[in-house]
């Protein structure tokens, strides 16, 4: 890079660099971005695993390398922002276009992508859309909608503060679980979307988010009332809002893998009156 070049744009330069780097867009460049040594610049982070958290080094005045912590005001990428984390998503429904790469496109009204904020601290993870979501093309806003949203409440949030996603776009015929194939086509985009909001929470609503977010089938039972590790966010596993309208005794259960959420956010139910 010509030493000649003014400083911010360097830095506006390399930003931008590491922040499709980490989304795993290689294809913008051509050749790598040389940095000279002298340059206090870090060198972008090449692991989408590491997001933007990874050591970086700091030129002293000798001009010898030291370690220096993470810090989310040194150095922000621009999906920092909630503008650009928002042109982030959009990029990859840009990305899934009108969608033909398995077969729950033949049946599908309408392309359920996500909803919620882009710069979320908890995401809800759900299996794929019903004849509500196909007919609007947003995610849990039928009757098991209602219930996720009464959850949310009772955590002290709003849906608008959340980021809510399933593992498919597309319904299934007769809201049937999503077969391996359709599953693994579509979780890619899902999990391009954890990676741009970076939720410090997940929580994998039912089997089949968990299957798919976890990389394994086990029963349920077996994975609630603990906090795993999933791309750089701490996930928790409950029941469907749909399997707790067909069995209401298993919402307190629920409401326990709820709380797990809340206290690793350091949430407190709101007062009821």
Not at 153 to 182: F, Q, S, W
Not at 194 to 217: C, H, K, N, S
């Amino acid at each position: 890079m010509p030493a000649s070049i003014d400083p911010a744009l360097r830095d506006a330069l390399l930003a931008r660099i590491r922040f499709y780097r980490e989304l795993g867009l290689m294809e913008f460049y051509r050749r790598p971005i040389e940095v000279s040594e002298s340059s206090s610049v870090p060198e972008p982070a090449l692991s989408p695993s590491k997001g933007l958290e990874s050591e970086t080094l700091e030129s002293t005045e000798e001009g010898k390398p030291i370690p220096r912590k993470p810090s989310s005001t040194v150095h922000q990428s621009e999906a920092d922002s909630l503008a650009d984390r928002a042109s982030a998503l959009q990029l990859i429904r840009d990305d899934i276009g009108d969608c033909t790469r398995c077969a729950l496109h033949k049946g599908r009204n309408k392309i359920v992508f996500a909803d919620g904020s882009p710069s979320a601290r908890l995401m809800f993870v759900g299996e794929g859309p019903g004849a509500d979501e196909d007919a609007q093309g947003l995610p849990f806003v039928g009757r098991a909608g209602q219930l996720l949203n009464n959850m949310i409440n009772a955590m002290g949030l709003k849906r608008e503060e959340v980021y809510i996603a399933n593992v498919v776009k597309c319904r299934p015929p007769g809201n049937r679980t999503p077969e391996p194939e359709e599953a693994n086509t579509c979780s890619p985009f899902l999990f391009r979307q954890i990676d741009v909001v970076r939720p410090e929470v997940i929580v994998a609503l039912g089997a089949t988010a968990a299957t798919y977010l976890l990389g394994a089938r086990q029963p349920l039972a077996g994975l609630r009332g603990r906090v795993h590790s999933f791309r750089n966010s701490k996930l928790i596993v409950t029941y469907h809002p749909a399997y707790l309208l067909r069995d209401p005794r298993q919402k307190k259960e629920a409401w326990a893998d709820l709380q797990i959420a809340m206290r690793e956010l350091g949430l407190k139910a709101p007062m009821r009156s």
